[in-house]
């Protein structure tokens, strides 16, 4: 009973999830990418770069690569030396300027764990924080064009490199990812494979024994992870993935 317990709240929480519309992680430049999550349900935007780790980083939402250096009052975000900046252009060719304060929140700076090269900076902020100099993003399937700035080093002064792009927002593909996954094999012995068939960037994932007891628990940031199930007992057990927006449960039975 208390597993058909567990399964059924575990089966009602796995099928809500949040309206988020995403542009996936577009490519501006060699290794520098952007990508924005637009969640209408949350009211909230994540930002996600990455780039050089000894340059800086800067996108411009909405704003076209004809533009040239923006219009006056275009949203600007940076990443230096001084860590993230909340600015805007100043409709001529000199440094945007920064805003009287920031709206974006930054949850991490982090190296790359393949490549110490490498930075990710991910950060948050509402979807309009009504703040004049700050772009309102759109929660609907739209064309997003993005201005960008690659630095010669992490000091905010003339860039090296910048350029456009016209990103999509259409609604992301983690539901569908996180839906597809797949248990090799299933039943197991030993080990076994969760594996996804969509690229997904980071999953959480919890194993729960019928007892509603958790035995495991990891991120995932690859298409496929090994799990040793040598220490757990016969039965049956419950593997739930989770993304920032949406949840998906197998059924799991270890021999």
Known sequence: MKFKTLLVALLITSYSFSQVWSTGEVTL???????????????LVTLRMTGPQDRYLAVAPGVSLGSSMGDS?????????????????????????????????????????????????IATR?????????????????????????????????????????????????????????????????????????????????VFDVMGKLVYEDQINSKSKVISTNLWPSGFYIVKVEASTYSHIKRLVKN
């Open 126 to 206: 509402v979807i309009n924080s009504g703040d004049s100099n700050d772009f309102i993003f759109p929660t609907n399937q739209t064309a997003l064009p993005i201005l960008w700035a690659l630095g010669s080093s992490l000091s905010f002064n003339k860039h090296q490199n910048k350029g456009g792009v016209v990103a999509q927002l259409t609604l992301s593909n983690e539901k569908v990812a996180l839906n597809n996954f797949k248990l090799i094999p299933n039943p197991t012995s030993d080990i076994f494979v969760i594996e996804f068939n969509n690229p997904i960037e980071t999953a959480k994932l919890n």
């Open 73 to 121: 009052g275009d949203d600007v975000i940076v990443y230096n030396s001084n860590g993230l900046q909340d600015r805007h252009m100043t409709g001529s060719n000199s440094k945007p300027s920064l805003d009287s304060s920031s709206d974006w929140t930054l949850v991490s700076s982090d190296d790359l764990p393949n490549d110490p090269n490498e930075r990710r900076v």
């Open 29 to 43: 430049t060699g290794a520098f990418t952007v990508q924005f999550d637009v969640d209408q349900t949350n009211n």
